[in-house]
């Protein structure tokens, strides 16, 4: 996609707009319609809304889009035939008088067409930014950064609108970009930052709080703390912040959230050790998460009453057990979560973590709808603005058949961690089964763009692919999704899976035995060869190894009813028999 395409049915001009017409996110184009964004969006599926995109990104002109409201609902053609009736019953003597009544009404209906929406109840956007690391010592570099994640945390749970998630606001790390350039890529109105410094047993947090639209400094202050007074620090600068917002805003229902605060005070050896395990486990590399397990067992060690290393856990092992990571069997790893998870709301069932863990694990493995559903809801009330959970939920939506809620729901997930690619894979994942390829391309470009060698993108973009018939774009996706990830499974099982949709049958088989081979070494799941016997059309293939999947509580069972590689085995009695055994889907 390196030429400049537009929507079919899109008002073209011929000659293109000045610059500074140009509205260049859904969040822009969203504003100047005085809309959300997901209306914005429905908009331009169902009623032409004029946007283009360039290489994965979207834009709009505000001449266009001002064009489109005056157009949205233009008279009836009728109405001059309804004139000339009138003029014939009545005479030409009441022409003017009709003629004026009409102009007048005429008039007023465009005016109304063209008055403005009312814009929709203020949502406050806010980023903290990567606390700097004053302290002299690289080593120090993961308790900044673990700082960090735990202010978004804690903002998070006081509730002053939406908190942008860590993995965006780390793409700023040392980088010198102004307020209001972050401001208009992440779309937040208040941006927080800060520095740390650490000296032996004591903590020293600076914080100012900007408003991005004339970048005005709000709020500042500086706390000296001991280091096992840091929760209690967290939450006062939280406070501080929050209440700042709230004043500005001068709105009801700003303020913070009523959850009771963690009393537990902190062991720093301990917090140390959470934030090391929180630092690996962000990198999502095999070295970091197994790393992660260590810092996290490290601070229970230290302190078996601290809470959050146990959410840690959880989050570790469930990731150990799901596709496409693969590490362990899901009936070894998802237990170990399960109990990690139950642990740490014992100790505090404030942690919005550990109700997500739990809530995809009764999802993912326990195929408990009801319990998912409390979970996720749990989660949610504590902190509306934990991202995870709302990927999490857009997932389960999404298997549910519940497409229109997950989308909803995955769009939340993006708004909160706009520059992650996990997130962006988690919509495309939900696009890929809502049937929306085309939204999954997009998605999976944008995360190219980000990192070129993100191969779980060319592994949505060539399934997105092989769905709309071009079989050469997704082989040659899989194929470099192969040799950037070293032969992953997961990317064995859709190149092979094309292959056999291509009539390669030969490769086809050969990539299923090799999948069976690698099998007797490590854990492999059963649901990547069933791609592959599902792609040669060798049903009873495909059935054996779907049968094995759900025997191991593989977790991308729950998405058999809408996986569309699978539509040619959906017609065999023995798909229903497995859907009814898992409970979910159709």
Known sequence: MDTESFKPGAPKVS??????????????????????????????????????????????????????????????????????????????????????????????????????????????????????????????????????????????????????????????????????EIGRELNVNYVLEGSVERGGDLVRIVAHLVQVKDQAPLWADSYDRPIENVLALQREVADAVVSQISEKLATPGTGAATSAPRAHPVDPKAFDAYLRGRYEWNMRSPLGIKNAISDFEQAIRQDPNYAPPYAGLADTYALLGSVPNDALPPREAIPKAKAAAEKALALDKSLAEAHASLAYIDFAYEWDREGAEREFAQALQINPGYATAHEWKALYLVAMGRADEAEAEVEKAQQLDPLSNIMNMAAAQVYLYAGKYDRAIDLSEAALKRDPNFFLAYYFRGRAYEQKGMLSEALADFQKGSALSNGSPIMMMAL???????????????????????????????????????????????????????????????????????????????????????????
């Open 15 to 180: 000659q293109t707009p000045p610059p500074e017409d140009r509205l260049d996110t859904w969040g822009e184009i969203a504003t100047y319609l005085k809309v959300d964004q997901r209306t914005a969006q429905r908009w331009e599926e169902t009623a032409k809304l004029p946007v283009n995109r360039l290489q994965g990104r979207v834009y709009a002109y505000r001449s266009e889009l001002d064009a489109w409201i005056r157009k949205r609902e233009p008279l009836p053609p009728s109405w001059i035939e309804k004139l000339k009736a009138v003029m014939t019953r009545y005479g030409e003597r009441r022409l003017v008088i009709i003629a004026l009544a009409l102009v007048v009404a005429a008039a007023a209906y465009g005016l109304w067409r063209s008055w403005p929406l009312p814009p929709p109840p203020h949502r406050v956007m806010l980023a903290v930014l990567p606390f700097e690391n004053l302290s002299g010592d690289p080593q120090q570099e993961f308790f900044s950064n673990g700082l960090t994640e735990e202010m978004i945390t804690e903002l998070g749970r006081l509730g002053p609108g939406s908190v942008i998630a860590y993995s965006s606001v780390m793409a700023y790390k040392g980088t010198h970009k102004r307020v209001d």
């Open 496 to 586: 092979g899976h094309a292959q056999g949709v291509s009539g390669n049958k030969e490769e086809a088989r050969k990539l299923l035995d090799g999948l069976a081979k690698l099998a007797n070494q490590k854990y492999v799941p059963a649901v990547y060869m069933v791609g592959i016997a599902a792609g040669l059309g060798d049903k009873d293939q495909a059935f054996h190894w779907l049968d094995q999947a759900v025997q191991d509580r593989c977790d991308y069972v729950v998405y058999l009813a809408y996986e569309p590689g699978l539509d040619n085995l959906r017609a065999d009695p023995r798909f229903a028999g497995l859907t009814r055994r898992i409970g979910l889907g159709r």
